[in-house]
């Protein structure tokens, strides 16, 4: 079944999109649009618990509804979470549940909850997913990037005509941007510094680029940019990385940030970067939405598809038979789109523009 076009304004919109960080900055426009063409509508949003916080960047949400998929991931803890989640789903009446997550996981949950509409794609990423629509909505095949058919798919379920020809930046939240502010101060940037943000994490071992890119490109950048400071950005399974570099530079205008920092004070952190190099991870899909300048390296995966969406950011990728593979690791060990030219992104960085 395919959707109409409607213009009625419902009460109560489920947003579905639990996770992963950077799938739910993807689906911040969507739901912008959806609160541009209802104004008055009250949207809820299905999140785990991880990014619960965030989705507070997307300022019609009402409401976040906490998805725990670690407790339903055993057996102890199953029927308790389950049901706690079912009550949660059911006590709202939505007019409309959208699932932009497109799982059979995050179908199954959307069709819980009490409404008359279940929305989603009608080629979702779990083709089961769709026994749980009574709407589905086709995406154009020119509708590549993630953003494009979360649009898309808002559009279409809104009656919207509205187009995107840049979108709007992610503004930076005051009551977050005081943790980060302290945390920047407290490792010795002041409010005038140029800060360079580099990203070393990302959730695939073969989207991580090894410690000795990280150093080489940034013993070159120190020279290059002379008035920056240098800000290490990740989580705990980057502080081996982040250690490695500071040692092996021994420069103070290197500080690092990893695992200091809670997911907020993260992206109040990158909205203060002039711009942000990265892995294709989910401080990527942040720098994109405050609208900083991304410089990301891509290698299994399809930059067309998911990278940082917007013209402003720089695509670094070798052209080789294997790439965009999707492979978690690589399988020939090699790891050859790891080589990038190192010349090329110094080069392509210049905070005076």
């Known amino acids: 079944m395919t959707i109409e076009k409607t213009s009625n304004k419902p009460e109560k919109v489920l947003i579905v999109k639990p996770s992963s960080l950077g799938d739910i900055f993807h689906t911040f426009p969507a739901v912008s649009l959806l609160a541009d063409a209802w104004p008055e509508c009250e949207f809820h949003w299905l999140v785990s618990p991880q990014f619960a916080s965030v989705i507070d960047y997307s300022p019609a949400v009402r409401r976040t509804i906490i998805f725990p998929r670690q407790q339903l991931g055993s057996i102890k803890s199953f029927f308790p979470a389950f049901f706690k989640l079912k009550h949660d789903l ?100 002041s409010k005038t510094d140029k800060i360079i943000g580099i990203a070393l ?20 950048l120190i020279k290059k940019e002379p008035n920056s400071k240098i800000v290490l950005l990740g989580a705990d399974d980057s502080l081996s990385c982040a250690a490695n570099i ?48 991304v410089f990301a390296f891509f290698g299994p ?13 720089h695509i670094f990728q070798r052209n080789l038979d294997c790439i965009g593979c999707l492979k978690r690791y690589c399988s020939k060990e090699s790891m050859l789109c790891h080589e990038l030219n190192i010349d090329e992104i110094v080069k392509a960085i210049n905070l005076s523009e």
């Open 201 to 220: 994490g990302a959730r695939w071992t073969s989207k991580r680029w090894p410690d000795t890119f990280f150093i080489n490109l940034i013993s070159r």
């Open 246 to 293: 500071t040692d092996t530079l021994n420069n103070q205008r290197i500080i690092s940030l990893v695992g200091k920092t809670t997911l907020t004070e993260l992206i109040e952190i990158i909205h203060r970067c002039q711009l942000l190099i990265c892995n294709d991870s989910g401080p990527m899909h942040i720098a994109a939405a405050a609208g900083k300048p």
């Open 90 to 189: 059911r006590q709202e009446k939505y007019s409309k549940v959208i699932d932009f997550q497109g799982l059979l996981r995050s179908a199954f949950f959307a069709k819980i909850a009490s409404s008359t509409q279940y929305i989603g794609f009608n080629s979702p990423r779990e083709p089961l997913a769709k026994i749980f629509y009574n709407q589905t909505i086709s995406i154009p095949d020119n509708c590549i990037h993630a953003v494009d058919r979360n649009l898309f798919l808002a559009a279409q379920i809104c009656g919207s005509e509205k187009t995107f020809q840049q979108l709007p930046s992610m503004p930076s939240l005051s009551k977050f941007a005081i943790g980060a502010a302290t945390l920047l101060n407290d490792a010795g940037c």
């Open 301 to 313: 995966t399809v930059p067309e598809k998911t990278g940082p969406y917007g013209s402003k950011h």
